[in-house]
Nanobody
Framework: QVQLVESGGGLVQAGGSLRLSCAAS????????MGWYRQAPGKQRELVAH???????NYADSVKGRFTISRDDAKNTVYLQMNKLKPEDTAVFYC???????????????WGQGTQVTVSS
């Protein structure tokens, strides 16, 4: 069993910054792609950014130049640095990780519980 625990969400004014963290724990052999999604009220969940095990990154157009995803494999943790936040960034942010484990399921996509980010105007 693998758990993803997010932290770092909160309330911030427009133009401000927040840093989200997501730590994976459990019977982990290795972690492939890690990423962040978000879901605003009344909208579908959308990809914000993801990072491969080799460090390759991909961002949604709406966050390019403002958000930076990174990972620390020694800590099984992925981060999302969010700068120049806008009210339209308000959403619940979820982390995800494609994990290879030493016990079944040997490869599986896990999700965190979500953390609220609210940007006031």
């Amino acid at each position: 069993q693998v758990q993803l625990v997010e932290s770092g969400g909160g309330l911030v004014q427009a133009g401000g910054s927040l840093r989200l963290s997501c730590a994976a724990s459990g019977r982990i052999f290795s972690i492939n792609t890690m990423g962040w999604y978000r879901q605003a009220p009344g909208k579908q969940r959308e990809l914000v950014a993801h990072i491969t095990s080799g460090g390759g990154t991909n961002y949604a157009d709406s966050v390019k130049g403002r958000f930076t995803i990174s990972r620390d494999d020694a800590k099984n943790t992925v981060y999302l640095q969010m700068n120049k936040l806008k009210p339209e960034d308000t959403a619940v942010f979820y982390c995800t990780a494609n994990v290879r484990a030493s016990v079944p399921p040997y490869e599986y996509d896990y999700w965190g519980q979500g953390t609220q980010v609210t940007v006031s105007s």
